[in-house]
DNA sequence: TGCGGCTATTG
DNA sequence: CACAATAGCCGCAG
């Protein structure tokens, strides 16, 4: 039944009458200015002019747990200046149900209704294939059952008068909800909530389109100061720039006889310009020229140029120009569950800023930062997963590497090392020595790595304790010993830690966005295992509050039973650099 | 023009 | 360098 609403009221009372209430899921499309919303088989389309009011209206009074298609549909709605309490993003869930990073709408359709993935239609091939069939090429689902590729992608193509088109697309988001809900209680062995992870899965990719939208504060004038000071104003053309390359390029030539022939940005050309001063290494790393300063000047010279270089090429003047905005917001793409583990990952260098980039990320007049970090996630995140009993109770130290060194009887560092090693599959160097101990001191936490590890290297596909599908790829030739097959098994070992890891994380970063309230407060950035959030002064000492209190009912969500202490650090700061 | 290798940065 | 990521420049294959 289709059914256009002309008011907010409207909308509201007509959810209203469909049952539409607290964290009840409701279809939802949006796009431009067209949105589209469905509850059950009831489809509602919204008049242009009213179609984010209508939203508004309808999170305020009824606040249902929005189902869209992915974060298009969030982008539109921050865009428009709306902020929905919850959703159920159908991409990030199949992310989480199928694994791989693939979710585009045929594909999740046709895993859904268990469809061989390999005929999925794609975006592009214009269904000439699929129009010989005699079907209607207006109707969203082929007659073999697939969803047409651009369906769902290509409605903003479609007039917001194509009521029934639109509505479509919101009613086959709901309706793969309820089978993505099917699929998730019968996915496999999942040791945790996996409905409450595509809960907070999704809710992220509604975090992200806001981290997306309001950036990160950055101090423009102080960035454009502290990059000229380190290479120099801004190129205005291409000889400007040049000439800035030959000047650095000169500062390391004038420590060499002859530099004819040498090209610095070549890491060969480099190696031999080492190698003719008597200094012959296998690659030109930072790490293994650090030692070499004093063999000859140029070392120090060549690493100063490496500095110089990277702020010139990835986070200079272009960079300042193509990701901060003149309102001195840092912007870039966000994703809520990206890699091999599921992390959040971010463009623009949000992720990877130089830490002396730090200071130009300032706080607004009247605001500052708190910015909060979980302390060892990592090793507190496999306590609670694998179930140790002694490193669960380790993890009640403010220092987890305290007790660690104590049954291990070793020195802290060597204790971390040994936690670190067992984690990331690291067998060599000093690490091999301190592993035994971890052997018999945590056989809970080292046998359930090792059974990952093991599913690793047969090429058999895990799971994260939310239900996360990792994929560890096809072995190739019977090769279940070799690097390859090593390879995959440190993988698949760091996945069930770092993806749990970023479970928890995310469920903490939704828990505080949802609870902020009323507070002058929000988060604009995720690392992680730290927050960041741009606060109004007077409300700086509540958030601190607001965040440790968040963290225990995030763990408490995410492993309600796990006894494992989580600790964060959290400062309030005029400037990132203040912190730590 | 796309891709792997090398390098740097971050957690 | 033991895990994960983004990003730029180079050489090389197509």
Known sequence: MLR???????????????????????????????????????????????????????????????????????????????????????????????????????????????????????????????????????????????????????IWQRSPADAAAWASVALMAASLQSKQLQALTTSGAVAGDAEATARAESTAELLCAELAHDGLPIDRLAAV??????????????????????????????????????????????KAMLRRVGIDVPDTRAWRLEGMRSVHPVVDALLAWRKEERIATTFGHTWLAEHVGTDGRLRGAWSASDGAAGRMTAQAGLHNLPAELRDVVVAEHGHVFVRADLGQIEPRVLAAVSGDEALRRATQDD??????????????????????????????????????????????????????????????????????????????????????????????????????AAELFKVWAVTVRARLGDLDARIVLCLHDELLLHVREDHAHEVVALLDRCLGEAAHRWHPTSGVRFVTDTSIVRSWADAK
């Open 4 to 154: 256009t609403v002309h008011s907010p009221d409207e909308a509201i009372a007509t959810l209203s009458d469909q049952g539409v209430q607290r964290g009840i899921p409701v279809g939802i499309v949006a796009h431009g200015a067209s949105v589209g919303f469905a509850v059950g088989d009831h489809t509602i389309t919204v008049e242009e002019a009213d179609a984010y009011r209508c939203v508004d209206a309808v999170e305020r009074s009824l606040r249902p747990r929005w189902v869209m298609w992915s974060g298009t549909t969030a982008g539109a709605l921050v865009r428009n200046n709306i902020r929905v309490a919850t959703a159920w993003d159908v991409a990030a869930v199949h992310r989480l149900l199928a694994g791989g990073w693939r979710n585009d709408p045929a594909r999740v359709w046709a895993y859904l209704h268990g469809l061989d993935r390999r005929h999925t239609p794609v975006a592009g091939q214009l269904d000439l294939m699929g129009g010989d069939a005699g079907d209607d090429g207006d109707q969203p689902i082929r007659p073999d059952g697939y969803l047409r590729a651009e369906w769902v992608d290509g």
């Open 225 to 270: 100061e502290l990059i000229s000071s380190l290479v120099g104003p801004r190129p205005q053309n291409d000889a400007d720039a040049a000439e800035g390359r030959r000047r650095r390029d000169a500062a390391v030539f004038a420590h060499l006889s002859s530099a004819a022939g040498v090209d610095l940005r070549n890491p060969a050309d480099v």
């Open 399 to 500: 220092d987890l590497y305290a007790p660690v060194a104590t049954r291990l009887g070793v020195e802290r560092s060597v204790a971390k090392i040994a936690v670190l090693a067992a984690m990331y599959g690291q067998t060599s160097g000093t690490a091999g020595q301190a592993l035994r101990g971890m052997e018999s001191g945590y056989p809970v936490a080292m046998k359930f790595l090792d059974a990952a590890a093991q599913q690793g290297q047969a090429g058999i596909n895990i799971r994260t304790y939310g239900g996360r599908l990792v994929r560890v790829g096809e072995v190739t030739d019977g090769d279940f010993r070799g690097a390859a097959a090593a390879a995959r098994g440190r993988y698949a070992r760091n996945a069930m830690v770092q993806g749990a």
